[in-house]
């Protein structure tokens, strides 16, 4: 196998024996170019515009203003956790207030409906059990 060195001497001789010519620089060269792109139409500048960076810090300042308002005051929708969980006694004392309070204050239809299909009924007897 042969070394780097002589795969190197090999391209540097081939590139060598095959290259062309250099160009040959004319004199006035320079002129020509400088010419050229003189005459090359100029880009237009691009006009400031004030009121865009104006939008710009309007909307980043209100941005900022709801994310500090959110993390000092977060929503109901937030994730917040009861500080202590309810007894099995509280849960049940605050099931059977809703309850009542959803029995009795609903629609008259709606009663008729569940007492007739016996849902409130059987609910009512399992949450107050007649002492008679």
């Known amino acids: 196998m042969p070394s780097n060195s002589q795969d190197e001497t090999q391209l540097i001789h081939f590139l060598k ?3 062309p010519p250099a160009a040959i620089a004319t004199p006035e060269l320079e002129d020509l170019l400088i ?8 880009l ?10 104006l939008a710009w810090g309007t909307s980043l300042v209100a941005s900022a203003g709801l ?10 929708g937030s994730l917040r956790t009861a500080q202590e969980p309810l007894s099995s006694e509280e849960l049940e004392a605050f099931l059977l207030e809703t309850w009542s309070v959803t029995t009795e204050n609903s629609s008259p239809a709606v ?7 016996g849902v409130v009924g059987d609910w009512l007897v399992l949450a107050e059990p007649l002492d008679r």
Not at 44 to 53: D, E, F, S
């Open 67 to 76: 994310l500090l308002l959110w993390v000092v005051n977060p929503g109901p």
């Open 44 to 53: 237009q500048k691009i006009k400031p515009r004030p009121w865009l960076a």
């Open 111 to 117: 009663p008729a409906l569940a007492e007739s299909s």
């Open 35 to 42: 010419s050229k792109i003189q005459k090359q139409p100029q």
């Open 17 to 19: 024996q095959h290259s």
